[in-house]
């Protein structure tokens, strides 16, 4: 599996980001599609997931004002931030889970700078 994400760049406090994220190759293996940030220093945390029934994880930080979808036909997954803060600064990186008879694995893609100043 192949991530290509997009989006991400520089924004004002309040302001919004979109970003996207394409899967090619073996998609049919995906179980799920989200976000995930990493700030220096630190692990990457998660920031939104859906997994392919429909249900939907997010951090408690971003909860009401990140939103998450998907296409499952195209294997995109979208992420629409609003009301970014400061605090929302870090790389952001498109994932997806899967799981064969081969067990489970994470993709990762590129991961896209964000960055919320004034």
């Known amino acids: 599996v192949q991530l290509q994400a997009s989006g991400g760049g520089l924004v004002q406090p309040g302001g919004s980001l979109r970003l996207s994220c394409a899967a090619s190759g073996s998609s049919f293996s995906i179980k799920g599609m989200g976000w995930y940030c990493q700030v220096p220093g630190k692990q990457r945390e998660m920031v939104a997931f859906m997994h392919n029934g429909g249900s939907i994880n997010y951090a408690d930080s971003v909860k009401g004002r990140f939103t998450i979808s998907r296409d499952n036909a195209k294997n995109t997954v979208d992420l629409q931030m609003n009301s970014l803060k400061p605090e929302d600064t870090a790389v952001y990186y498109c994932?997806?889970?899967?799981?064969?008879?081969?067990?489970?694995?994470?993709?990762w893609g590129q991961g896209t700078q964000v960055t919320v100043s004034s």
């Open positions: 994932n997806a889970f899967t799981f064969t008879i081969m067990g489970s694995h994470d993709y």
